[in-house]
């Protein structure tokens, strides 16, 4: 009888042994399935013709329109334009055609043109007036720096298109004597987002 | 076949639910790029924009006597202004023979072209430098200046009084361009100014003028 009663243990602990080893194997099998699915959501994912970029260029010959090769990040350092006449007088101006491309593969932009305020102040920068047009459109007519520091294009520029805008900087005839003889660095920036 | 068919639903709401879940990263980076930024920066001249120097100059002087170092310039832009030498004028006399001296001006500007004009002032009274009315009435000023590269008529007036050189509009000059201008003065007697003071009145008076010359650039 007594042999009998171990033998009934023995076979109730290899019963309860086989419960818990298939419970293991059915929590292995559970975490093998999830791993596979989660690498096929990962590859449909590409962003390789989704970036945004924009591009400019510039020139003070007013008949100029931009080529391929005039095209300049002017992220890291600003694209230079040149112009052949930098020193005005009061009641003089100097102009100058500035362009902004959006080159992004697909996407199109919504721009923005600002002066930028030099580093330092500047009294000459102040007296200065900006007149900035595309077309027969006027967004400025001589206004101060302060009332053309962001500026919004008209309308999106879509994928690989850009606009092409005339900026004349003058310096009232009023001006005062204590300008002459300074100089102010003037920097055009375009900033833009996807549409 | 019983057993089977759970294990297929639950495998199917698991891909249903990976799949979920991957449009909700698709939607995700859908969004993200909506806000995808960039700038540009363009910078208007190599050196930034300047505002053209405008000046004019005369011709250096000495201080104290006036006399003046050719080929050198100032400024002479204070209204005290700076002594030029007038070589006999200490020794004009009524009906007597004119003194006169060149001033050498010039346009120092690099690039502006200068319209010039000349005027006489009134130096004020101070305690030993005192300006005789009736002998400044009795002076006459004549001031000639040749052509100059702007403009091809030369300048001559003659016989002017004080009062009507305020503002001779003289010959323009252009960046960097020198003129001389010379001024004559003399000192009318009675008989030919028709005052009602003698000429021996005028003895030992002065008169105390300055020239100035004044531009505005083009």
Same mark, same amino acid.
Not at chain 1, 47 to 53: E, V
């Given at each position: ?34 791993? @596979? $699915?989660?690498?096929?959501?990962? @590859? ?16 003070? $010959? ?39 491309? $959006? ?7 919504? @721009?923005?043109?600002? @002066? ?20 027969? +459109?006027? +967004? ?21 298109? +850009? ?10 005839? $009023? ?21 | ?8 639903? %639950?495998? %199917?709401? %698991? ?13 995700? &980076? ?12 363009? /910078? #208007? ?5 300047? &505002? ?11 201080? #104290? ?40 001006? %010039? ?24 300006? *005789?009315? /009736?002998? #400044?009435? *009795?002076?006459?000023?004549?001031? *000639? ?10 300048? *001559? ?16 000059? &252009?960046?960097?361009? &020198? ?40």
């Amino acid at each position: 009888m007594s042999q009998n009663h171990v033998t009934r243990r023995r076979l109730s602990l290899r019963s309860v042994t086989t419960v818990v080893g298939i419970t293991m194997l059915a929590a292995v099998g559970l975490t093998a399935a999830s791993m @596979v $699915d989660w690498e096929e959501t990962i @590859v449909s994912l590409s962003g390789t013709t989704n970036t945004f970029d924009l591009q400019v260029a510039g020139s003070d $010959d007013l008949s100029w329109t931009p080529q391929e090769s005039s095209w300049k990040q002017g992220t890291e350092s600003p694209e230079i334009v040149i112009l052949a006449n930098s020193l005005i007088s009061p009641g003089g101006e100097t102009k100058a055609l500035v362009a902004v491309r $959006d080159a992004s593969p697909r996407l199109n932009a919504v @721009v923005r043109l600002g @002066v930028v305020p030099p580093p330092e102040p500047n009294p000459l920068f102040d007296a200065l007036r900006f007149t900035i047009s595309e077309g027969s +459109y006027v +967004y400025a007519d001589s206004a101060p720096a302060s009332e053309v520091s962001s500026i919004p294009l008209t309308g999106d520029i879509t994928s690989m298109n +850009y606009r092409l805008l005339t900026v004349v900087v003058s310096l009232p005839s $009023d001006a005062p004597n204590s300008l002459a003889g300074l100089t102010s660095p003037l920097q055009l920036r375009f900033t833009g987002e996807n549409e | 076949m019983s057993i089977q068919n759970p294990t297929h639903k %639950r495998s %199917r709401i %698991r891909k249903r639910a990976f799949l979920g879940l991957g449009v909700v990263v698709v939607a995700a &980076a859908g969004f993200t790029a909506a806000a995808f930024t960039d700038f540009a920066n363009l /910078n #208007l001249g190599a050196s930034g924009i300047g &505002a053209d120097t405008y000046n004019i100059q005369v011709v250096q002087t000495d201080p #104290l006597t006036g006399v003046q170092s050719p080929g050198q310039w100032q400024e002479a832009n204070t209204a005290a202004g700076v002594p030029i030498q007038l070589v006999g004028a200490n020794t004009i006399y009524p009906g007597g023979p004119a003194v006169s001296v060149t001033i050498p001006v %010039r346009n120092a500007s690099t690039t502006l072209e200068s319209t010039m004009s000349m005027g006489l002032v009134q130096l004020p009274d101070t305690v030993t430098n005192i300006t *005789s009315a /009736n002998y #400044l009435s *009795s002076l006459r000023f004549s001031v *000639s200046q040749p052509a100059t590269s702007l403009t091809a008529t030369p300048i *001559s007036v003659t016989g002017q009084t004080f009062a009507q050189l305020s503002a001779l509009q003289l010959n323009e000059l &252009a960046a960097l361009e &020198a003129s001389d201008v010379t001024i004559t003065v003399t000192l009318l007697d009675q008989v030919a100014s028709g005052a009602a003071y003698t000429d021996n009145s005028l003895n030992g008076q002065k008169a105390f003028v300055q020239a100035s010359f004044n531009g505005v650039s083009n």
